[in-house]
């Protein structure tokens, strides 16, 4: 069964950047689609980016606006999360998702990213 | 942008039938998958495309879809089911994934 596991989250300052890591086994990782979703303190689900198989196609939500990059080291089964410029409002567990089809089949347990002064 | 609408709790005795309702405009012509998420954990999928069910998931869950609403039923709902759901679609359109606004569960 596949597991993903994420890690890079912590505390940061407003304006920083910081970069998050899931790490996939048990599944082929180059062979799917992978994704970030987060979920603000006491708030709903929010899908963040996409990144196809092989890394060539992209997809980011609307909110994004350039902050965001999404990438994959498929020798490594790592997909990564590049967040730039961070507000108090990116506070957040981010979670690392597989998608098969167009949902999301298996689920990390999160990393939680908390910008504040 | 495609929004998805569903409401914000829903009560239900314990043995009784819960049904949790997520509206979009035509959202009857997508696929449309459901999550439950307990306190402090990840996401499950329990339905996927409208109404099939991953391994695992007991038959007492089930959805449908039509015309402006999916629904995601608890048959014979038990202490265990109470969680928050959201339901989902991937929109073809703009190639993002939108997720419902989620619905409180509480079994009374």
């Known amino acids: 069964e596949a597991q993903l596991l994420e890690s890079g989250g912590g505390l940061v300052q407003p304006g920083g950047s910081r970069r998050l890591s899931c790490v996939g086994s048990g599944l082929t990782f180059s062979n799917y689609v992978m994704s970030w979703v987060r979920q603000a303190p006491g708030k709903g689900l929010e899908w963040v980016s996409a990144i196809s198989g092989s890394g060539g196609r992209t997809y980011y939500a609307d909110f994004v606006k350039g902050r965001f990059t999404i990438s994959r080291d498929n020798s490594k089964s790592t997909l990564f999360l590049q967040i730039n410029s961070l507000r108090v409002e990116d506070t957040a567990v981010y979670f690392c998702?597989?998608?098969?089809?167009?949902?999301?089949?298996?689920w990390g347990q999160g990393t939680v990213v908390t910008v504040s002064s | 942008s495609y929004v998805l609408t569903q409401p914000p709790s829903v009560s239900v005795a314990p043995g009784q039938t819960a049904r949790i309702s997520c509206g979009g405009s035509?959202?009857?012509?997508?696929?449309v998958h459901w999550y439950q998420q307990k306190p402090g954990q990840a996401p499950v999928l329990v339905v996927y495309?409208?109404?099939d069910r991953p391994s695992g998931i007991p038959e007492r869950f089930s959805g449908s879809n039509s015309g402006n609403t999916a629904t995601l039923t608890i048959s014979r709902v038990e202490a265990g089911d109470e969680a928050d759901y959201y339901c989902q679609v991937w929109n073809r359109n703009t190639d993002q994934a939108i997720f419902g606004t989620g619905t409180k569960v509480t079994v009374l």
């Open positions: 035509n959202i009857g012509i997508i696929s």
């Open positions: 495309d409208d109404s």
């Open positions: 998702a597989k998608i098969f089809g167009d949902k999301f089949d298996y």
